[in-house]
Nanobody
Framework: QVQLIESGGGLVQAGGSLRLSCAAS????????MGWFRQAPGKEREFVAFVSWNGGSTYYVDSVKGRFTISRDNAKATVYLQMNSLKPEDTAVYYC????????????????????WGQGTQVTVSS
């Protein structure tokens, strides 16, 4: 069984930064791509960022390009989301998720492609 535990959320003013972490259990972390999603109140969960199993490929939703950076440390079984220049519209619960297929290099933005999810961490950006 895989467990994903997010941390690093909080309240920040517009223009500020936060770094989210997602720690994974299990020895196979390094074999799988990872993704970050977010869900704002009353909205569907949306894709934010993807990183391939080896960290060599990343992909972002247009609204966060140039502001957010996804990375991973396979030795620590952790994936990160560095969020800069935060905007009120970034307010949401942020979730990390593990790809259902090992070794993927091409970006995966569909929720259906991920099989394990964390519990989420709240990010609130005040104006």
């Amino acid at each position: 069984q895989v467990q994903l535990i997010e941390s690093g959320g909080g309240l920040v003013q517009a223009g500020g930064s936060l770094r989210l972490s997602c720690a994974a259990s299990g020895r196979t972390f390094s074999n799988y791509a990872m993704g970050w999603f977010r869900q704002a109140p009353g909205k569907e969960r949306e894709f934010v960022a993807f990183v391939s199993w080896n960290g060599g490929s990343t992909y972002y939703v247009d609204s966060v390009k140039g502001r957010f950076t996804i990375s991973r440390d396979n030795a620590k079984a952790t994936v990160y989301l560095q969020m800069n220049s935060l905007k009120p519209e970034d307010t949401a619960v942020y979730y990390c998720a593990r790809d259902s297929i090992p070794g993927r290099l091409r970006a995966l933005a569909s929720r259906d492609g991920y099989d394990y999810w964390g519990q989420g961490t709240q990010v609130t950006v005040s104006s």
